[in-house]
């Protein structure tokens, strides 16, 4: 070898074994003495098989010593030899050695004091890590990264870089302190499991003391009592402008209900100042600190905070409605303005109402709402409705037939046949408000009802044929009354009855003419008597008087007592 050629061999090998570059870092050839030609100089150099070997590397070459001999990395010479090593790079500028890992937890687990799960551990200065080598093992003297983990025997010593500390909440977030680590953040900002103020949503937080001091944690991670933590928690919006915040709502009731102090059953309940429902938020549990719907009411122990507007203007009658006051609250608008309980004065169908006292007075009001006493009410009547187009009003019933039968004449032969569209009291506390077509209101309450024409048509539902067919034949076409004829059909042996009944259509109902002007001595006059409608060829209609029985003569003529309009 000529002299140029080994300087520039020498160059190389100087190049090579004594500077290797990584990053900022360098590795460096070392001799390490001490192998007694036993051990290979592989496993010398990289402590395979004692810790007591000194620093760790991995093998260049081997020298045996008092021969000068060479011998390979991987041979056991069995007489003293001089093992050359080159080192692993060290740690970068600015990072520092931290030993002691025995293999079991990654370098970027020992570096920032957390062990697997998260959990914090005292293993010394706190980092973060950038890199790490192998002490002691089959790969001792190699580097490793910081997620390697090769097990227990295999010590580590990690390059760890100052930790990054948590600069403190985002913008519109504000530190929460107390948590004693046994609650994630994301349920200690919204309370999820007690009262620990202000509720809101986690958005991080950072180890308040422990190994690691000052380190970010993520919201859904809880480290266990001792560890503990300040809380980075976002509020929710607050109230609109122009709305309050009205507190005490133990999740029960939604804020629709607490603004307007309405109670589940409907009926008022003293909550504080009235309001109208614009928003609210949870204060506690699994919805803390998050915003809520007006209609939904979470539950009991999920608090809410509502946020209320102003009341509405109390509501005003509709057109051609009159306002009735004196409602104590224990009647229903519906009952007080029809005098359904008592005589409360001029009588009318509901069609609304508003609280006049109480904790929601100038609040609307349903006709069917009972509010109980001491929530006074003013109800909004109308006036019964007039007949509708077409139909015609039928004087004389009672109160002890409904419309529906008095139209219909199912019961007595009370003049024209129609179907029932609706009616009205004509008298008595009632007088002026709506009757149902099937409602019977009982003797001294009269009535007018409204009925169309009835269709001429054959049986809606004619029973089937038994026994006596022709018989209940007649009586099951008679009942509609714009039926006269009717015949059973027969099916089957021996003529049993089987079929059903057919119902003909009869001659239109006749006109009933009024009464003719009866003139009767003053001794027989009835005033204030309830009509007794007796059925004469004439169609007349008679009374019974207490001295006086109504009879009809032969000759059609008529003769009773004379009873007042």
Request: aromatic share 6%; charged share 15%.
């Amino acid at each position: 070898m000529s002299q140029t050629t080994a300087s520039i061999y020498f160059g190389i090998l100087l190049l090579v074994t004594t500077l290797v570059v990584s990053g900022t870092a360098f590795a460096e050839d070392f001799d390490k003495p001490g192998n007694n030609g036993s051990a290979s100089c592989s496993r010398f150099c990289s402590n395979d098989g004692s810790r007591g070997w000194g620093r760790a590397g991995t093998c260049v070459s081997g020298t045996v010593i008092g021969t000068g001999a060479s011998v390979g990395c991987g041979i056991a010479p069995g007489s003293p030899v001089m093992c050359r090593c080159s080192a692993p790079p060290g740690p970068p500028p600015g990072a520092f050695e931290k030993g002691g890992n025995n293999g079991s937890a990654t370098c970027t687990e020992y570096c920032s004091n957390r062990s697997r799960g998260g959990v914090p551990t005292n293993w010394g200065p706190l980092g973060t890590c950038v890199g790490g080598r192998v002490e002691y093992g089959p790969r001792g003297g190699t580097a490793i990264g910081c997620e390697d983990a090769p097990g227990v025997g295999n010590d580590l010593t990690c390059y760890c870089a100052p930790p990054n500390l948590s600069s403190g909440p985002p913008a519109g977030a504000v530190e929460k302190g107390g948590n004693n680590g046994t609650a994630t953040c994301a349920n200690y900002c919204r309370n999820n499991g007690g009262p620990w103020g202000p509720a809101g949503t986690c958005v991080g937080g950072r180890y308040s003391d422990g190994p690691m001091n000052g380190t970010p944690i993520s919201c859904d991670v809880a480290p266990g009592l001792g560890n503990h933590l300040v809380c980075y928690c976002r509020p929710p919006p607050g109230p609109p402008p122009g709305a309050f915040e009205k507190g005490g709502n133990n999740g029960t009731a939604s804020c629709a209900q607490y603004c307007s102090n309405t109670g589940n059953d409907g009926r008022p309940v003293n909550w504080g100042r009235l309001g109208t429902c614009v928003g609210g938020r949870s204060e506690n549990g699994p919805g803390g600190g998050s915003e809520i719907a007006c209609n939904n009411a979470p539950g009991l122990g999920n608090d809410l905070i509502c946020y209320c507007g102003p009341p509405g203007p109390p509501p005003e009658p509709p057109q051609g409605a009159f306002v009735k006051a004196g409602n104590n609250g224990t009647a229903s608008c519906a009952n007080y303005c029809s005098n359904n309980g008592a005589d409360w004065g001029r009588s009318g169908d509901c069609v609304g109402g508003r609280l006049a006292a109480g904790p929601r007075a100038g609040a609307g009001a349903e006709c069917n709402l009972v509010p109980g006493m001491g929530n006074d009410l003013e109800c909004f009547c109308r006036p019964a409705a007039e007949p509708p187009q077409g139909s015609f009003v039928k004087d004389g019933d009672n109160g002890t037939a409904s419309c529906a039968d008095y139209c219909m004449n199912r019961g007595g032969n009370w003049g024209s046949t129609g179907v029932c569209v609706g009616g009205r009291f004509s008298g008595g506390r009632r007088r002026g408000a709506s009757v149902a077509c099937d409602q019977v209101p009982g003797a001294g309450n009269p009535m007018q009802c409204y009925c169309e024409p009835a269709p001429m048509h054959s049986c809606a539902t004619p029973p089937s044929c038994t026994t006596s067919a022709s018989s209940m034949c007649s009586v099951t076409c008679r009942a509609d009354r714009e039926h006269a004829n009717c015949t059973c059909t027969y099916s089957g042996p021996y003529r049993i009855p089987s079929g059903e009944c057919r119902c003909e259509p009869g001659p239109p109902p006749q006109p009933v003419d009024p009464p003719p002007a009866i003139s009767r001595p003053p001794h027989l006059q009835c005033s204030g008597v309830t009509p007794n409608l007796v059925r004469c060829p004439r169609d007349q209609r008679c009374c019974r008087c207490p001295q006086v029985v109504a009879s009809c003569t032969s000759d059609g003529m008529v003769m009773c007592g004379w009873c007042h309009p």
